[in-house]
């Protein structure tokens, strides 16, 4: 890793959470959130699981959902 890289590990129970209507969550969506990081890792998995639960929308989840963040170097405090 380079210094300012992030490495974001996860279980496929993110892309594969459903809504009520069945709709996956998908890698678009998680994508579109790494594009716009620009915070902590710490930040950026709470923003994950924020959207994730708001998408989800209290939809029963058949999977284990596990996120992992990890930068090297200095980050914003």
């Known amino acids: 890793m ?12 993110i892309p594969d959470s459903k809504n009520a209507d069945g709709d996956f969550f998908g890698r678009a969506r998680l994508l579109a959130i790494l594009d716009d990081y620009h915070t902590t890792p710490a930040d950026l998995l709470n923003d994950i699981q924020a959207q994730l639960l708001h998408f989800a929308g209290g939809a029963d989840q058949f999977d284990d959902i596990t996120l992992l963040a990890v930068k090297r170097g200095s980050y914003p405090q």
């Open 2 to 13: 380079e210094d300012n890289d992030l490495l974001l590990a996860f279980t496929d129970g």
